[in-house]
């Protein structure tokens, strides 16, 4: 007999009770992400003090940015910086570890990433541009930039309780985010045909690379996440909540303390389903190596450190139509 827990019914929710500016509640929020992530390694997180408006204003661009004729969208094309758009068809996962994917998603995305100025000594390096915008929606722009300036300061806040989480000092993360690497993709999901093999997928099941992902999505459902006996759990929509999950990056940084779980979507509602999810990576330069509060005399790092640039650059290549040509 084992005593293994029983696998979740829904996915843990974390309630932050309207933010992360009273550190005497760190404590307690730290152990339920930390019971979430040794688990399914998904939660959903609520009352995160991200204002709703900027979030609704988000979906709001982001439906706008999609509406817009094919030709236009197609002038904004995913650059070598990885901003931009990338139409249906586009990006096949071949770095997916949990399935073998013989259709591209059913899916388009508009990609932001982190600002990076001419003047910026990083300018030109790998990832490190320009955004691209769609000049016939100014508001796009401001929308997008109101909303990851709100997502950012909230990642940088929550690596104080993602530090206590894993035992560490509350300050211990924060030297590896001085210049996050951040991606906001602001997808759209068509109606998906039925098919006969099922094998069609809005994204195909897979891991996400990096550290955190907290996406929001509509109320269309059809998020499913690996439970912890293999089963597909869907991720339910909860208003104004966001599903935030372990990127490859963090769970080797945790030396496997912490899952990186499989998920896939399928949109099956009949409507179209729009999500955005941010993802929120270390700097390019870092470099990540088992956390030493993570390995032990009986729990050896079981993975070499590695340059976080390095490592992101290597998955973007095999991942992305528009890289495999370049490169
Ligand atoms: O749209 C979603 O709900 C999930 C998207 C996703 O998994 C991803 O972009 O990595
Ligand atoms: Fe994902």
């Given at each position: ?10 996915l ?6 309207g ?8 404590g307690a929020?730290a152990?339920?992400?930390?019971d ?5 390694g998904?939660?959903?997180f ?5 204002p ?6 988000l979906?709001?661009?982001s439906?706008?940015?999609h509406?817009l ?7 904004l094309?995913?650059n ?9 068809n ?13 259709r ?17 000594p ?7 541009g ?12 401001v ?11 909230f ?5 104080r309780?993602?530090?206590?989480a ?20 602001l997808?759209?999901?068509p109606p ?37 006996d293999?089963?597909?759990l ?11 999950n372990v ?14 779980t499989?998920?896939?979507?399928r949109?099956?509602?009949?409507g ?8 929120f990576?270390?700097d ?6 088992a956390?030493p ?8 790092p079981?993975?070499p ?6 490592y992101?650059?290597?998955r973007?290549n ?10």
């Open positions: 007999m084992t005593n293994a827990p029983l696998p979740p019914v829904q843990p929710i974390v309630d932050f009770g933010g992360l500016s009273d550190p005497g509640r760190h929020i152990k339920a992400i930390d979430a992530f040794r688990g399914v998904f939660c959903y609520v009352n995160t003090g991200v709703q408006a900027l979030m609704d204003r979906f709001a661009a439906k706008r940015f509406a004729p094919q030709e236009r969208k197609a002038a094309a995913i070598e910086f990885h901003r931009g758009y990338m139409a249906p586009t990006s096949l996962i071949e770095t997916s570890s949990v399935a073998k994917v013989t591209p998603n059913y899916s388009e995305s508009f990609m932001h990433m982190h600002e990076v100025p001419e003047n910026d990083r300018f030109g390096s790998p990832l490190n320009p955004n691209q915008w769609p000049s016939e929606l100014p508001d796009f722009r929308d997008v930039e109101a909303y990851v300036g709100a997502l950012n300061a990642g940088v806040a929550l690596l309780v993602i530090a206590i894993l035992d560490l000092p509350p300050d211990a993360l924060e030297p590896y985010f001085k210049h996050p690497t951040t991606f906001l993709r997808l759209h999901y998906q045909p039925p098919t006969a093999d099922n094998e069609t997928f809005g994204s195909a099941p897979h891991t996400d690379y990096g550290f955190l992902t907290i996406l929001m999505q509509d109320m269309s459902g059809g998020l499913a996440v690996r439970n912890t293999g089963t597909w869907q991720a339910t929509p909860i208003p104004g909540s966001y599903v935030v990127g490859d990056m963090l769970a080797r940084w945790t030396n496997g303390r912490w899952q990186s499989p998920h896939l979507v949109n099956v509602s009949g179209d389903r729009y999500s955005c999810p941010f993802f990576d270390p390019m330069d870092a470099v990540i190596g956390l509060s993570c390995v032990g005399p009986n729990n050896p079981r993975f450190p590695v340059r976080y640039g390095d992101l650059m290597e973007l095999r991942n992305y139509d528009y890289r495999k040509k370049a490169s």
